[in-house]
């Protein structure tokens, strides 16, 4: 028995505006992913290998809304266990972006590649526009990520929008949505239009490539020229 949607009106409501400015680092197999159409978003239970505390939840406190249950064949009770004992961080998945403008080397070090990579900046209207929702019905959600002390949630939106201070370096913006049915899987990819979702390509200060290869690359996927920068700390002189 699957018994996976759990609903929370915090989720929808408040939402990051459209015209919010976001960031993400990744490394070159993420950026060729985005190329050929697909977003990654990674499970909450992967997340936890980053953050130990995230998803700082006790499921035991969910309970059944019988006005809105469905299924009558399955009593409340059973139902009840079900949700109590189900792994809720397998099931939400999240893409996470920063809304700071200015570049930051330790996201680049932790995660661009240690410089290495490059960085997409858009912002959240855009990529709510590129992602394919034929592929994928369920709603996305996009909140800011609020850094507490003490990250314990007293629901499932807290669970998943919610970090320890520690984390306050990341100025996280993240889009979240749940698989209705999992399948053991750490990522789950979303198809989007690129040409919708990228609005600059910043290559980072230690990347392998110059700024000329990436240029070429990009007008493959049809994406024009002019998106192309480099970092802000690279030195280096790229020979055209």
């Known amino acids: ?3 996976l949607k759990i609903e929370n009106p915090k989720f929808s409501e408040n939402q990051t505006s459209d015209d919010t400015f976001i960031a993400r680092y990744m490394d070159f197999p993420e950026f060729i992913s985005l190329l ?16 130990i505390f995230e998803f700082n939840f006790d499921p035991t406190q969910l309970k059944v809304d019988e006005k809105k249950r469905e299924n009558r064949d399955i009593s409340s009770e059973e139902i009840d266990i079900n949700i109590k004992n189900h792994d809720w961080p397998k099931h939400w998945f999240c893409s996470c ?28 209207g855009s990529v709510k526009k590129s992602i394919r ?24 939106y807290e669970a998943v929008y919610i970090k320890r201070n520690e984390f306050k370096y990341e100025s996280e913006i993240r ?6 049915f999992h399948h ?26 110059t700024k000329t290869d990436i240029i070429k690359l ?18 280096s002189i790229d020979f055209i």
């Not at 899987?185 to 490539?209: A, D, H, M």
């Not at 990009?218 to 030195?235: A, M, N, P, Q, R």
Request: neutral net charge; aromatic residues 12%.
């Open 1 to 3: 028995m699957n018994i």
């Open 36 to 51: 050929n159409g697909k977003i990654k978003f990674t499970s909450l239970e992967k997340l936890k290998e980053h953050d």
């Open 97 to 124: 972006w920063c809304h700071e403008k200015e570049e930051n080397m330790a996201l680049w070090k932790i995660f661009g590649s240690m410089g290495k990579g490059l960085r997409i900046e858009t912002d959240v």
């Open 133 to 156: 929702k034929e592929y994928h019905p369920e709603p996305f959600y996009v909140h800011k990520i609020d850094y507490k002390l003490d990250n314990k949630a007293s629901d499932i």
């Open 175 to 180: 889009f979240s949505t749940q698989i209705p």
């Open 184 to 209: 053991d899987k750490s990522y789950q990819s979303f198809w989007i239009n690129p040409e919708l979702l990228i609005k600059k390509i910043t290559i980072g200060p230690l990347v392998l490539w």
């Open 218 to 235: 990009v007008s493959l996927f049809g994406l024009k020229e002019e998106l192309v920068s480099t970092s802000c700390y690279d030195k």
